[in-house]
């Protein structure tokens, strides 16, 4: 029986991708580089400075190190303004009613995402102090596919990454859940993905009963 869950936030707990996509999308369009949805979703687990690096493969012109610094702080300045419309009600469907039933069953939950808005995010949503723990972008040094961030995320729950499950939305997640010794739960996006042990269109279709097993 596992112990603990360890969720992803984006496209897990909730979806603020179309808020990634339109802050990439303003600022790629500033510098005049193409940007499409087909490129927007390699970004999806990836860190910010490593999105950014996909988004100026298409560029002409080379950019100093600290021009891509700016550059990025500029987009997560764009994301957190859209960030700032989160509510409750953009929890998405199955997740209250889940984390409820896990409290009730005595399992431990932490998120882990490469985010370093989680915090922000958590608090918008109303969900701040619902987790035993939360593992982000500010604690760690490298994004998934490293696992790090679910190690970190297992030792706050004081469990051993084998007796816990991971829900991700990103093939990148997935490779890190098994990276990290734990059961892989695909959801949304990641859905299908041929490494993941469990496999859910929703997080509504989640069945516990099987994944904690």
């Known amino acids: 029986m596992k112990k603990g869950i360890i969720f992803d936030l984006d496209g897990v707990i ?3 991708d179309e808020y990634h996509y339109m802050a990439w999308s303003k ?3 500033e510098e005049g ?7 927007n979703e390699r970004l999806r687990g990836v860190s910010r400075m490593e999105s950014l690096a996909i988004v100026l493969e298409r560029s002409e012109k080379k950019y100093k190190k600290e021009e891509q610094q700016a550059m990025a702080e500029r987009k997560n300045t764009y994301y957190k303004e859209l960030l700032s419309e989160l509510t409750p009600g953009h929890i998405l469907p199955g ?3 889940l984390l409820t039933e896990l409290k009730i069953r005595g399992i431990k939950t932490a998120i882990g ?3 370093r808005n989680t915090p922000f995010i958590l608090k918008q949503i109303g969900l701040a102090d619902r987790f035993d723990g939360v593992a982000d972008g500010n604690s760690i040094t490298n994004s998934k ?3 790090e961030v679910f190690l970190l995320a297992a030792k706050l729950l004081n469990l051993s990454p084998f007796d816990c499950v991971i829900v991700e939305d990103a093939k990148a997640g997935i490779d890190a859940a098994k990276a990290a010794s734990a059961v892989a739960v695909a959801v949304g996006s990641a859905a299908g993905y041929d490494k993941a042990d469990y496999s859910y269109t929703s997080m ?3 069945q516990l009963t099987d994944i904690l097993k």
Do not use: N
Not at 33 to 39: A, G, L, S, T, V
């Open 33 to 39: 580089i193409y940007f499409d949805r087909k490129i």
């Open 95 to 97: 997740v209250t009613k």
């Open 204 to 206: 509504e279709d989640l």
């Open 113 to 115: 995402s490469s985010s």
């Open 145 to 147: 596919p490293d696992p």
């Open 27 to 29: 600022l790629a369009a």
């Open 14 to 16: 909730v979806s603020t």
